[in-house]
């Protein structure tokens, strides 16, 4: 099961940030503070998993974000890693190559792209187009 998804820039700033378990609000910035310092320090060369605390984080950097997952034991890490790429590519459709300021700047949109993929902890959707498809739509009623 996913507990959590961040993305983060390469300062360590946390531009989104999507819980699927209760976390107090008091835990969360040192809970986000301590996974992305734990990912942010490893070198290219190491793995992409990483064991922290009762929890494994799955992370891939793409220019200067991190996408960071927090997984259960129980999870395949190689599925995460490629839902992380999956999830990456749905948002270069929607926005044409995704930058930083997309991710700010619409953040709402992202949310709906996550949360059609991803619902309760658990993958939903991986095609592109079906997780597209309520942005389309409500795009389309706003233009139209």
């Known amino acids: 099961m996913i507990k959590f998804v961040l993305m983060v820039n390469q300062q360590g700033q946390t531009r989104l940030s999507r819980y699927y378990e209760p976390v107090e609000l008091s835990r969360r910035a040192a809970l986000e503070a301590a996974a992305v310092r734990c990912c942010l320090s490893r070198n290219k060369d190491q793995c992409s998993f990483v064991e922290y605390k009762d929890f494994r984080l799955v992370y891939r950097q793409y220019a200067a974000l991190y ?9 395949n890490e190689l599925s995460i890693y490629e839902l992380i790429q999956n999830f990456v590519e749905v948002l270069d459709k929607y926005f044409s190559r995704v930058s930083e300021l997309d991710i700010m700047f619409n953040l709402d949109s992202v949310h709906v792209i996550l949360d059609e993929m991803i619902q309760n902890g658990h993958i939903v959707e ?7 498809a309520p942005l389309t739509a409500i795009n389309k009623m706003v233009d139209g």
């Open 126 to 132: 991986t095609n592109k187009s079906r997780v597209l």
């Open 67 to 75: 996408v960071v997952m927090g997984v259960t034991h129980s999870e």
